[in-house]
Nanobody
Framework: VQLQASGGGLVQAGNSLRLSCAAS????????MGWFRQAPGTERQFVAT????????YYADAVRGRFTISRDNAKNTVYLQMNSLRPEDTAVYYC???????????????????WGQGTLVTVSS
């Protein structure tokens, strides 16, 4: 499966952005999806994940209440709505697809087999 992330850009603190992750080569309708981010000089960190069945979600503490992950299986696309952005949200954001299933929320990047190329989000103060 190929994942294409888009929607990044430069925004001022307090504003919003919506990232998209379009998949090709495989349907995402039966695949848990996640968003991760990596700031310069840091390790990649978990942001959010959404289950393929039922669409339940789980977020990192740093973004809970500000970010919303969603999916449109008909469009084979996953979204990350980011509100109330802060300078510390500046990072390259990656979408990913896991081949694992079950009730667990997968927050470690080692569980994800497919990755998009990343889209840069820069939040100015």
């Amino acid at each position: 499966v190929q994942l294409q992330a888009s929607g990044g850009g430069l925004v001022q603190a307090g504003n919003s952005l919506r990232l998209s992750c379009a998949a090709s080569g495989r349907t995402l309708s039966s695949t848990d999806m996640g968003w991760f981010r990596q700031a310069p000089g840091t390790e990649r960190q978990f942001v959010a994940t959404i289950k393929w069945s039922g669409g339940s979600t789980y977020y990192a503490d740093a973004v809970r209440g500000r970010f919303t992950i969603s999916r449109d299986n008909a469009k084979n696309t996953v979204y990350l709505q980011m509100n109330s952005l802060r300078p510390e949200d500046t990072a390259v954001y990656y979408c990913a697809a896991t081949t694992y299933s079950g009730s667990t929320y997968y927050t470690r990047d080692r569980f994800y087999a497919y990755w998009g190329q990343g889209t840069l989000v820069t939040v100015s103060s």
